[in-house]
């Protein structure tokens, strides 16, 4: 009770502080986000994609278990739960989620009982298989955009440089 009565009394110091202005832009930037989805011609449309993006990502987190002896007993919901803490560590401001996705997958697998080697090894599975796909998704998509002209090439011709 102390604690909130001090929160309070402080709270004019505390919206000073630069952290709280940057956690209240990030507060803001996600309402807002959320928020124009109400905007869209097609909200039911992204949100079944928005759906079925997230089924296929916690449907690879629980298939991923199914490579490794040690985490062939694990639910679905176990995969969820690694699937939460993976992304936590893929949004961490840090390149590619590289460190961070590894050590949150391992103990949210330590949480199960699989051992560290096990849960560091499907970390380093599952992060790989996923980096190795986006990456070569990404590069067969820039080259199928660089081979046809796309609707901006056809509507506004090519482009010439200043001369």
């Known amino acids: 009770m102390y604690r ?3 929160v309070w009394h402080n709270r004019a110091r505390i919206r000073q502080l630069v952290f709280f202005d ?7 930037g996600l309402l807002a986000g959320m928020l124009s989805i109400w905007r869209l011609k097609n909200k039911g449309v992204f949100l079944l994609h928005t759906g079925f993006i997230w089924l296929m990502y ?4 629980y298939m991923a278990f199914l490579a490794f002896p040690e985490t062939r007993h694990l639910t679905p ?8 803490f ?3 560590g893929m949004a961490a401001p840090v390149s590619g989620g590289i460190g961070t996705y590894h050590v949150l997958v391992q103990s949210a697998l330590l949480a199960y009982g699989i051992s560290a080697e096990a849960g560091i090894a499907y970390a380093l ?7 190795l796909l986006v990456a070569l998704l990404g ?3 820039l080259a199928a955009s660089m081979l046809r002209p796309g609707p901006a090439t056809a509507a506004y011709g090519r482009i010439e440089p200043n001369r």
């Open 4 to 6: 909130a009565w001090a």
């Open 86 to 88: 993976g992304t936590v």
């Open 139 to 141: 590069g067969i998509s």
């Open 77 to 84: 919901g176990a995969g969820l739960a690694v699937l939460a």
């Open 125 to 131: 599975a599952a992060h790989g298989s996923q980096t």
């Open 22 to 28: 940057k956690l209240s832009q990030l507060a803001k």
């Open 58 to 61: 916690c449907l690879m987190a």
